[in-house]
T-cell receptor, first 114, second 114 residues
Framework: DVKVTQSSRYLVKRTGEKVFLECVQD?????MFWYRQDPGLGLRLIYF???????EKGDIPEGYSVSREKKERFSLILESASTNQTSMYLC?????????????FGAGTRLSVL | SQQGEEDPQALSIQEGENATMNCSYK?????LQWYRQNSGRGLVHLIL?????REKHSGRLRVTLDTSKKSSSLLITASRAADTASYFC??????????????FGKGTKLTVNP
């Protein structure tokens, strides 16, 4: 079974802090994704990576950056956390290609920025 | 950008009844997927239907796809309390080439009362 592991289930940070959210997958998937999920807004794509060191902006990249130095690990970075970044963050991975774009999700990180 | 829109937003039924959720989308797709999310957790893939398929079954799940109406439905038969969750449709837009990215709807929250 595919396993996607997010480093923290709950995180509380202060405004202005630099925050790292880590995600690791164990299935050698090419693609990895970071979403945020807010009530009434559904899942919104922040960033997408289709290979090591390759990334593409999603729908809401402002205030975020990402890093993919190794195939299995995809990090989301909040350079200077703000209260409007309080949210549930979901990481996902997929092997990619037509018929192979099923995404496997981690359990999520609920981030509170105070 | 949001493409899939689920309907209804919330659904409450009794155990043993069938639950039907609908999804509408706007652009041509390669495939459409349904995911489930238990409260506070990550999403879990349920079923994928390709654009050239009209119906697909998996256990108590039945998915239909009408590409002329740009709509899909998810039917859960003989529902159980354990089916209580949010259900999301996700589309792989045809104009995104390799279809790595999915566009998720806002979800239907299903409550199955014992």
């Amino acid at each position: 079974d595919v396993k996607v592991t997010q480093s923290s289930r709950y995180l509380v940070k202060r405004t202005g802090e630099k925050v790292f959210l880590e995600c690791v997958q164990d299935m050698d998937h090419e693609n990895m994704f970071w979403y945020r999920q807010d009530p009434g807004l559904g899942l919104r794509l922040i960033y997408f990576s289709y290979d090591v060191k390759m990334k593409e902006k999603g729908d809401i990249p402002e205030g975020y950056s990402v890093s993919r130095e190794k195939k299995e690990r995809f990090s989301l970075i909040l350079e200077s956390a703000s209260t409007n970044q309080t949210s549930m963050y979901l990481c996902a991975s997929s092997s990619g290609g037509l018929g192979k774009n099923i995404q496997y999700f981690g359990a999520g990180t609920r981030l509170s920025v105070l | 950008s949001q493409q899939g829109e689920e309907d209804p937003q919330a659904l409450s039924i009794q155990e043993g009844e069938n639950a039907t959720m609908n999804c509408s989308y706007k652009t041509s797709i390669n495939n459409l997927q349904w995911y489930r999310q238990n409260s506070g957790r990550g999403l879990v893939h349920l079923i994928l239907i390709r654009s050239n398929e009209r119906e697909k079954h998996s256990g108590r799940l039945r998915v239909t796809l009408d590409t002329s109406k740009k709509s899909s439905s998810l039917l859960i038969t003989a529902s159980r309390a354990a089916d209580t969750a949010s259900y999301f449709c996700a589309t792989a837009p045809r104009d995104q080439g390799g279809s790595e990215k999915l566009v998720f709807g806002k979800g239907t929250k299903l409550t199955v009362n014992p």
